[in-house]
């Protein structure tokens, strides 16, 4: 609010010094609007620079000032030349104005590859800052177990959440299907209380590549200019991202790794909730998502039953555990304790 402030009283200022001074004898309001105009263009100018990397920032300087130079050089070699007043004025201002354009275009493009830490401490925060940076995708916020993640400090460095992905959740939010729109609405959530968080640090970028129109390519394209992680829980943005060699921090991967391990013969307690794909199979679910398979557990739909684990498969989807059920408890045998039981 402070800024709109100021840049509205810069154009107040500068458009009233205009109608006063009414320069190259223009009547006063028009000197007033071309006065307004320019505060304006300055005001773009100064929002197209905020936008730009120290690295591009320094380039455009370092380029600009070495076209000025340049320029001077060749305006020395212009004014001794046979020419009169007039074209050599405009050929100066040309000359001035080409060269100046030159360096700063160049210098602004060619910033990516200044080492602004080589510069000293003063610039030495801004790589390492963006390579702890981590870039959220839509799925992931949805998701909303990443604000848990980083309130408990398992995951550090800044949530970086570009534009585009902010029009993707708002187009989710703003659907005519309910689902979608339920899903849109938690992942606006989500990224409020993450803002709202004092120990997760959110910043929304306005980069975007008008040239890709997939919002995951864009993704990859955001991380590798930030040298920055990718968070999703998209298995297939997983697989495209170690295509393009862009490091990837999948929550899901991360929930597998922190489910309890449980060997075959052990003993669990498990609501059967549906049947199973084969013959008299019976399906239940434990407290973190792992899913059973019991065999001959068909009949016992809607009730709870005693397993002892035959095997366990690990899935790119997930852990899938196989059991029987137990008619009657061993005798003299403690019954152990289910995989959830033991992670509370």
């Keep these: ?179 979608k729109r339920q899903r849109g609405r938690r992942g606006l959530d989500m990224l409020q209380r993450m803002q709202a968080s004092d120990k997760i640090q959110v910043q929304i970028v306005p980069d975007d590549f008008p040239s890709i129109r997939e919002v995951d390519l864009k993704l990859l394209e955001l991380a590798k200019k930030w040298e920055a992680k990718v968070v999703t829980n998209d298995f297939n943005l997983n697989k495209v991202a170690h295509l393009h060699h862009v490091e990837v921090l999948n929550i899901n991967d991360l929930a597998n790794a922190l489910k309890p391990v449980v060997l075959p013969g052990e003993r669990m307690n498990v609501l059967i909730l549906k049947e199973g794909k084969e013959y008299n199979q019976g399906v239940g679910y434990l407290d973190d998502g792992t899913m059973v398979v019991v065999d001959n557990a068909r009949k016992m739909i809607g009730k709870p039953v005693d397993i002892s684990v035959t095997s366990v498969l690990q899935t790119a989807s997930g852990k899938m555990i196989f059991g029987k059920m137990e008619e009657t408890p061993r005798n003299g045998e403690p019954q152990r304790s289910t995989p959830a039981e033991i992670a509370r």
């Design 1 to 179: 609010m402070d800024l709109v402030l100021i840049r509205l009283l810069f154009v107040l200022v500068l458009a009233g010094v205009c109608f006063f001074l009414r320069p190259f004898g223009l009547p006063g309001w028009i000197a007033a609007l071309a006065g307004a105009a320019g505060a304006g263009a300055v005001i773009v100018f100064e929002l197209r620079v905020r936008a730009l990397s120290l690295r591009r920032l320094i380039g455009a300087v370092v380029g600009s000032v070495l076209g000025i130079f340049g320029a001077a050089l060749f305006c020395l070699v212009l004014r001794s030349a046979p020419i009169s007043s007039g074209t050599s004025a405009v050929l100066q201002i040309f000359v001035l104005l080409l060269m100046t354009y030159v360096g700063l275009l160049v210098g602004a493009s060619k910033g990516d590859l200044l080492n602004p830490a080589a510069l000293g401490v003063i610039f030495s925060g801004e790589r390492p800052n963006r390579r702890s940076a981590k870039v959220l995708d839509t799925s992931v916020i949805i998701d909303g177990r990443i604000a848990d993640i980083a309130e408990a400090g398992f995951i550090d460095g800044m949530m970086v959440v570009p534009e585009f992905v902010l029009r993707e959740l708002q187009i989710v939010a703003d659907s005519t299907d309910g689902s």
